[in-house]
């Protein structure tokens, strides 16, 4: 049986990813935010699993005092579920084999 707050999460994974995509990136390519470490060497995949050990430091913050961010438990856990697709694209990309 399918559980609809999960396809509800989903739904409001894609409007968070679209949302940040418009106000982070390109028109062209929805990712060229996360491909600037590249002009320093560091491949785009690689380069965002920095980004998510920094949501990963905020979420560990987060379960255990009362930390001083404006990104909830949850707003950072969605983030992370973003940043986990995007990783898997970016990483396809470098070995250039799709899904």
């Known amino acids: 049986m399918q559980n609809p707050r999960f396809h509800k999460l989903l739904d409001k994974i894609r409007e968070i990813h679209d949302s940040k995509s418009h106000d982070y990136a390109g028109t062209e ?4 935010n996360f491909r600037q470490c590249e002009k320093f ?22 379960a255990t005092k009362d930390a001083k961010v404006n990104e909830s438990f949850e707003d950072t856990l969605l ?3 973003i940043y ?6 970016l990483r396809e990309d470098a070995k250039n084999t799709p899904l």
């Open 29 to 32: 390519d929805p990712f060229s």
């Open 84 to 89: 986990s697709l995007i990783c898997i694209l």
């Open 79 to 81: 983030d992370l579920s």
């Open 41 to 62: 060497g560091i491949p785009a995949w690689k380069g965002l699993m920095v980004r998510m050990s920094d949501k990963w430091s905020r979420l560990t913050n987060l």
